[in-house]
């Protein structure tokens, strides 16, 4: 399976214009990873009129990032999934919200669900969520995470660093793919520089450097490989 994962050059406050990048950015793929707040604070129905056209243009699945939902009391960062036939095949909201949300009145959202597609089993991760380990109790083959990876440091090198880390840490302990899909380094939210984290963690590749390949593009989850981690785990005993 083909997961694509976009980065736009650029964080518009104008969530149209976030996806608009996207379209261009299109390759052939099963499935097409979006950053966070792609809709930026879209209304709901923008938002989903605008997932489900990129599902139908690219002919794929579409997580289609997040944006601030307005309910009583705040907003809510949440997203969903789309169909390449239209269909919305799931929702899910970030359990985390911390820094400027927080401070903005973004509330914590539901945790995540998992959807299905082609018969493998995938979760949303918004961001910071992929940090609680707790969120990742239920064995899944894919975990997709829409980031906007704000950074305190004064080069994007040390949180590419710890999200590299990260996700290779998650994806041999839970034996799954960890694809992440951020901005461009030079996307600022609100006058904060973004990291730029886009990356994808194999937890079985065929050559130790592709524990983690950093940068957008297509990457290849090949769940024969994985079942077979999973099987060789269980025989030598690390897994229950």
């Known amino acids: ?10 964080w518009s406050p104008d969530g149209h214009d976030n996806f608009d990048a996207a ?11 979006l950053p966070e707040l792609a809709g930026s604070s879209l209304p709901r129905a923008e938002y989903r009129e605008r997932v489900v056209r990129l599902a139908r243009l690219a002919g794929a699945f579409v997580v289609g990032g997040s944006h601030f939902d307005a309910v009583e009391g705040g907003s809510v960062n949440r997203g969903m999934v789309a169909a390449p036939d239209g269909t919305i095949a799931a929702e899910f909201e970030k359990a985390h919200p911390y820094g400027l949300e927080r401070r903005g009145g973004v509330l914590p959202g539901r945790p995540s669900e998992t959807f299905e597609l082609a018969g493998r089993r995938m979760r949303v991760l918004l961001c ?7 969120r990742m109790a239920t064995a899944v083959d894919a975990v997709l995470v829409p980031a906007f990876s704000l950074t305190q440091w004064d080069s994007p090198g040390p949180a590419r660093a710890l999200w590299q880390h990260m996700s290779v840490a998650r994806a041999y302990e839970f034996m799954t793919y960890v694809a992440v899909s951020d901005w461009h380094h030079e996307a600022t939210y609100h ?7 886009t990356g994808f963690a194999n937890p079985y590749p065929a050559r130790p450097e592709e524990y983690f390949t950093h940068g957008a593009g297509t990457r290849v989850m090949d769940f024969d490989r994985l079942d077979a981690l999973r099987a060789d785990r269980v025989g030598r005993g690390f897994a229950s």
Do not use: F, N, T
């Open 128 to 134: 910071a969520d992929l940090w609680y380990s707790a």
């Open 1 to 10: 399976m083909k997961v694509l994962l976009i980065q736009p050059p650029r």
């Open 191 to 197: 006058g904060h520089p973004c990291a730029g984290v």
């Open 23 to 33: 379209e261009r950015l299109l390759q052939e793929a099963d499935l097409v990873l």
